[in-house]
């Protein structure tokens, strides 16, 4: 099985920055696309950026310039830093991972437990 542990949420005022962590463990044959999802009380889980194997990144128009993924593959490892937040980032942050394990002729799709972050003055 594998695991998604999310870090690095936290209250930050309007502004601020915050860098979530996404550590992916367990027998891991290898990770395809890596994602971040955020959802708000009351609202759908959305997408907020995408990562595929190949560095290739996509963003949510709402986080457009603001938001950059990255990941480190050596380590399993997803990451989202997040600039100029505004108050309506706050959400719970999922981290997503397509993943191949170690034996598997195909991949499948993994969650973490989330991470909340809070923008408020």
């Known amino acids: 099985q594998v695991q998604l542990v999310e870090s690095g949420g936290g209250l930050v005022q309007p502004g601020g920055s915050l860098r979530l962590s996404c550590v992916a463990s367990?027998?891991?044959?290898?990770?395809?696309?890596m994602n971040w999802f955020r959802q708000a009380p009351g609202t759908e889980r959305e997408l907020v950026a995408t990562?595929?194997?190949?560095?290739?990144?996509n963003y949510a128009d709402s986080v457009k310039g603001r938001f950059t993924i990255s990941r480190d593959n050596a380590k399993n490892t997803v990451y989202l830093l997040m600039n100029s937040l505004k108050p309506e980032d706050t959400a719970v942050y999922y981290c997503?991972?397509?993943?191949?394990?170690?034996?598997?002729?195909?991949?499948?799709?993994?969650w973490g437990q989330g991470t909340q972050v809070t923008v408020s003055s």
């Open positions: 997503n991972a397509e993943v191949r394990l170690s034996g598997a002729s195909n991949s499948n799709d993994y």
């Open positions: 367990g027998s891991i044959f290898g990770i395809m696309r």
């Open positions: 990562i595929t194997s190949g560095f290739l990144t």
